[in-house]
């Protein structure tokens, strides 16, 4: 028998319906990677999972027992499910290790010795054994989400819940989360994880929901869902062409309007935390460092400026492409266009680009990831 069971789950608020009919099974050990767009009940179906949310209609079977039923001893039962939030959630009035031994003194009736040492135990494995002694707001974003891990950990329990886990985080601590999640997953922890991190989805999954419009569209291998998806809608959004266009017509351009397109495109796109973050300071750096001083340099008001930025399958590489406009006709060199003002900058791009190359019509080109 499955650990879980969902059967013809269905979650309402008035006219909004996140969850339509989801149905599906999670064999003991196994990871399960949670993608799709926003909006389509992800994050919804993971709360319902363990009760923070009651469904509609349906059920939830756990280890046997339906979490939908009206006499289920709910707290029992939250005990074999630990759950990771976006916001870590961690009480910010208690060292990491109170945060860590509360629940099991309090609910599985530990001694306060027994906690500190598992506590100590779990702190290591994330790698802030160190860090025990500290206050919550001490520690970056990313270890905050490491001891939130380690206090899901701490109730021992059958099932590790995320809710996009990276999401909070500034690219830089993704890696190290993540790199705490596929641990776990290699320990052959049970773990269903909403994510869009799409290469932790094919490298540490045993198998990837795909969630569409309130229902779980397809489910597989990550093999066979990136590279031989079986629906229209898994398709697109696997495979889909991801281009992001940007022109610019004035040296006083508009820099709020072109980076909200960006984050909206980055957001729609599902891009990594990574590899947006890197788009980002190109595209920053390569416009106000170097294109627009030379457009003034060359007494352009219309320097028409194009970009296109196209992310490649998986969402681990991106090009950004500059057509140079004005600039071209007013004969810049290739060594004008890779110059930049100042150190600093220089540094920022080199960082986050892998190549640059100009291509046969004269336009630069941003290799990124």
């Not at 919804?44 to 923070?52: F, G």
Request: charged fraction near 25%; charge should be negative; include cysteine.
């Amino acid at each position: 028998m499955s650990l879980i069971e969902i059967k013809h789950l269905r979650k309402e608020y008035g006219d909004v319906v996140p969850l339509k009919d989801v149905n599906a099974t999670v064999d003991e050990g196994e990871v399960i990677s949670i993608i799709g767009p926003s909006g389509t009940g992800k994050s919804t179906l993971i709360r319902c999972l363990n009760r923070l949310e009651t469904p509609t209609s349906g059920q939830i079977i756990v280890d046997g027992i339906d979490m939908c039923a009206p006499d289920v001893n709910l707290p029992m039962m939250r005990q074999k499910m630990g759950m990771v939030f976006q916001n870590y959630a961690l009480f910010n009035h208690k060292l990491v290790i109170e945060n860590l031994m509360m629940a099991p003194m309090d609910l599985l009736g530990m001694s306060k010795q027994e906690a500190y040492d598992q506590a100590l135990d779990l702190l290591k494995m994330v790698g802030l054994r160190d860090k025990a002694l500290s206050w919550p707001h001490e520690l970056s974003g990313g270890q905050r989400q490491r001891v939130a891990i380690a206090r899901g950990l701490a109730m021992n329990p059958k099932i590790l819940l995320f809710d996009e886990p990276t999401s909070a985080l500034d690219p830089q601590m993704v890696s190290e989360v993540l790199s705490v999640i596929t641990r776990l997953a290699e320990r052959g922890l049970t773990m269903l994880v909403v994510t869009h991190e799409m290469r932790f989805a094919r490298d540490a999954s045993t198998r990837v929901f795909y969630m569409d419009q309130g229902e779980l569209w397809e489910s597989g291998t990550p093999k066979q869902i990136f590279e031989n998806p079986q629906r229209r809608r898994t398709r697109d959004f696997v495979f889909r062409v991801r281009n992001w266009n940007w022109e610019i017509h004035s040296i006083d351009y508009d820099y709020a309007a072109m980076m909200s397109s960006f984050e909206d495109f980055c957001a729609r796109q599902f891009l990594g935390h990574r590899i947006m973050y890197a788009c980002k300071l190109v595209l920053e750096e390569s416009t106000s460092s170097i294109l627009i001083p030379l457009a003034k340099e060359y007494g352009l008001v219309d320097p028409r400026i194009a970009y296109e930025l196209s992310v490649g399958e998986g969402g681990e590489q991106a090009d950004l492409r500059v057509d140079v406009g004005e600039l071209a006709a007013c004969g810049v060199s290739d060594e004008e266009l890779n110059a930049v003002a100042d150190d600093i900058s220089k540094r920022i791009l080199e960082s986050a680009i892998s190549r640059y190359y100009v291509d046969e019509s004269g336009a630069p080109h941003y290799v990124i990831g």
